[in-house]
Nanobody, 115 residues
Framework: QVQLVESGGGLVQPGGSLRLSCAASGTINTHYGMGWYRQAPGNQREFVAGVGSIGTTNYAASVKGRFTISRDNALKRVSLQMNSLKPDDTAVYYC?????????WGKGTLVTVSS
């Protein structure tokens, strides 16, 4: 069973930066992608950024140029560097790992952007 644990959320002022991390534990016997999603109050969960097994990255238009995703395969860890944060980035951020037909989720970490 794969488990994901996020860290790094918190309160930050507009224009500030935060770095989220997610560590995966358990055995994964196939290539897998990792990524971040977020869910703001009253909204559906939405894709933020993803990185494939060979390092290919993709981003939601709303965060492109401000957020950077990276992964460490040896540590089974994915990080999200978030710069130039806006109040609209306020949400619970969830780590995701997709391996074959399986999708795993962390419990989420809250990011609040407010002055």
């Amino acid at each position: 069973q794969v488990q994901l644990v996020e860290s790094g959320g918190g309160l930050v002022q507009p224009g500030g930066s935060l770095r989220l991390s997610c560590a995966a534990s358990g055995t994964i016997n196939t290539h897998y992608g990792m990524g971040w999603y977020r869910q703001a109050p009253g909204n559906q969960r939405e894709f933020v950024a993803g990185v494939g097994s060979i390092g290919t990255t993709n981003y939601a238009a709303s965060v492109k140029g401000r957020f950077t995703i990276s992964r460490d395969n040896a540590l089974k860890r994915v990080s999200l560097q978030m710069n130039s944060l806006k109040p609209d980035d306020t949400a619970v951020y969830y780590c995701n790992l997709a391996a074959g037909s399986m999708n795993y989720w962390g419990k989420g970490t809250l990011v609040t952007v407010s002055s």
